[in-house]
């Protein structure tokens, strides 16, 4: 058994796998057996990719929060630096005048929700928390630490294409390799009439039907335009090169 994951074993059922090699005019019971091996497999490593890629935060949303934090503290920032004189003293006059109970608990909070420590040596007890200069000094850091994140790109969720890319790069190797047919695709509109879209198509449907053909067909052109995508140990993208497919 390749794989006991449900949703695997309920699409490619064993009368699934015979009719399909039939279409396929695939008659060898041996290369019947490796085309159920390539369903299982292939399937194990899209559905792997496509479940983590659901799973991530997509970069345009990252650097939305990020540019938001900015935003915010920045108008912040200024917001503060034009207070009246009124405005002001209301803001900071309990902060500059905050009561602290000598000798209360070691850790506690102010009613405003400052933290505040306390370091005592015999008789001598020293009281910290935010001051004035330091809260002001937490926003202004606040925003720098997200002007310095924009620049840098979060790469997030993958794209979905991404998915479909590395499962018809491995049906290019199956159909290639081990059926020593030539993975062709000539579309009409994007519908492709090609034997090897046909298989491409039902078989990565039946595991997936969100997939669209219009997704399928951008897939496989790329494949047969690039030429060759190197796949790491995980089953994932690598990097995509222009080396030569394996011969024919």
Same mark, same amino acid.
């Given at each position: 058994?390749?794989?006991?994951?449900?949703?695997?074993?309920?699409?490619?059922?064993?009368?699934?796998? *015979?009719?399909?090699?039939?279409? $396929?005019?695939?008659?060898?019971?041996?290369?019947?057996?490796?085309?159920?091996?390539?369903?299982?497999?292939?399937?194990?490593?899209?559905?792997?990719?496509?479940?983590?890629?659901?799973?991530?935060?997509?970069?345009?949303?990252?650097?939305?929060?990020?540019?938001?934090?900015?935003? $915010?503290?920045?108008?912040?920032?200024?917001?503060? &630096?034009?207070?009246?004189?009124?405005?002001?003293?209301?803001?900071?006059?309990?902060?500059?005048?905050?009561?602290?109970?000598?000798?209360?608990? !070691?850790? &506690?909070? *102010?009613?405003?929700?400052? !933290?505040?420590?306390?370091?005592?040596?015999?008789?001598?007890?020293?009281?910290?928390? $935010?001051?004035?200069?330091?809260?002001?000094?937490?926003?202004?850091?606040?925003?720098?630490?997200?002007?310095?994140?924009?620049?840098?790109?979060?790469?997030?969720?993958?794209?979905?294409?991404?998915?479909?890319?590395?499962?018809?790069?491995?049906?290019?190797?199956?159909?290639?390799?081990?059926?020593?047919?030539?993975? !062709?695709? *000539? &579309?009409?509109?994007?519908? &492709?009439?090609?034997?090897?879209?046909?298989?491409?198509?039902?078989?990565?449907?039946?595991?997936?039907?969100?997939?669209?053909?219009?997704?399928?067909?951008?897939?496989?052109?790329?494949?047969?335009?690039?030429?060759?995508?190197?796949?790491?140990?995980?089953?994932?993208?690598?990097?995509?090169?222009?080396?030569?497919?394996?011969?024919?």
């Amino acid at each position: 058994m390749i794989t006991d994951d449900p949703r695997i074993l309920k699409c490619y059922t064993p009368n699934f796998i *015979s009719e399909l090699a039939q279409k $396929l005019d695939i008659q060898e019971l041996s290369e019947i057996e490796l085309l159920r091996n390539f369903l299982f497999n292939a399937a194990i490593h899209y559905l792997t990719i496509r479940d983590k890629i659901s799973s991530k935060i997509p970069s345009s949303k990252i650097r939305a929060q990020i540019l938001s934090i900015r935003n $915010l503290t920045k108008e912040l920032n200024l917001k503060l &630096s034009e207070l009246s004189g009124p405005a002001d003293e209301l803001i900071w006059t309990p902060q500059r005048h905050l009561r602290v109970i000598p000798f209360d608990d !070691t850790n &506690s909070k *102010s009613p405003f929700g400052h !933290t505040i420590t306390r370091d005592r040596t015999g008789n001598i007890e020293t009281i910290n928390y $935010l001051k004035e200069n330091q809260i002001k000094e937490a926003i202004e850091i606040l925003q720098n630490l997200a002007e310095y994140a924009l620049p840098y790109r979060n790469k997030g969720g993958r794209p979905k294409a991404e998915a479909i890319l590395i499962w018809v790069f491995n049906a290019q190797r199956f159909w290639e390799i081990t059926l020593g047919r030539k993975f !062709t695709h *000539s &579309s009409i509109n994007n519908i &492709s009439k090609s034997m090897s879209y046909m298989f491409c198509l039902e078989a990565l449907y039946t595991l997936d039907p969100a997939i669209k053909p219009k997704a399928l067909v951008t897939a496989m052109r790329d494949v047969i335009r690039l030429g060759h995508i190197e796949i790491d140990k995980e089953g994932r993208l690598n990097r995509i090169t222009r080396k030569n497919r394996p011969k024919k």
